[in-house]
Nanobody, 115 residues
Framework: QLHLVESGGGLVQAGGSLRLSCAAS????????MGWYRQAPGKQRELVAS???????NYADSVKGRFTISSDNAENTVYLQMNSLKPEDTAVYYC?????????WGQGTQVTVSS
C-alpha cells in the first residue's frame, strides 16, 4: 500500500522559515499534480500550492511571495519552502499526489507559528 510521508513541520516564531517534504513510500506512476493543503482548527482544508509534472505552479493568494513549491519527479517528492511565516499560517499541512487514476493524501504535519 502506498503512503505519503510528510516531514519538516514544527514550531517557529513569526518571520521564520520551515521546509516541508513529502515522499512516497514507493514509485507512483502517471502523476499529474502534487500539492500542499492546510487545515486550521475550525476551518475547511484549503489549497496552499500545487505543481504539475511540467512545472506549472499555483499558489493561494495568502502565501504568494512567501511560499515556494518544488518537486523531484524522479523521486515522487514534493517540497514546500515557507518563509516569512505568520501566525495565521498555523495549521496541519497535508500533501496530495494526484494521478490519472487516484489521489493520495499524506497524514499531515503540524506547523505552528508563534507571534
Amino acid at each position: 500500500q502506498l503512503h505519503l510521508v510528510e516531514s519538516g513541520g514544527g514550531l517557529v516564531q513569526a518571520g521564520g522559515s520551515l521546509r516541508l517534504s513529502c515522499a512516497a513510500s514507493r514509485s507512483i506512476g502517471r502523476i499529474t499534480v502534487m500539492g500542499w493543503y492546510r487545515q486550521a482548527p475550525g476551518k475547511q482544508r484549503e489549497l496552499v500550492a500545487s505543481i504539475t509534472t511540467d512545472g506549472r505552479t499555483n499558489y493561494a493568494d495568502s502565501v504568494k511571495g512567501r511560499f515556494t513549491i518544488s518537486s523531484d519527479n524522479a523521486e515522487n517528492t514534493v517540497y514546500l519552502q515557507m518563509n516569512s511565516l505568520k501566525p495565521e499560517d498555523t495549521a496541519v499541512y497535508y500533501c496530495k499526489t494526484v494521478t490519472v487514476y487516484v489521489s493520495y493524501w499524506g497524514q499531515g504535519t503540524q506547523v505552528t507559528v508563534s507571534s
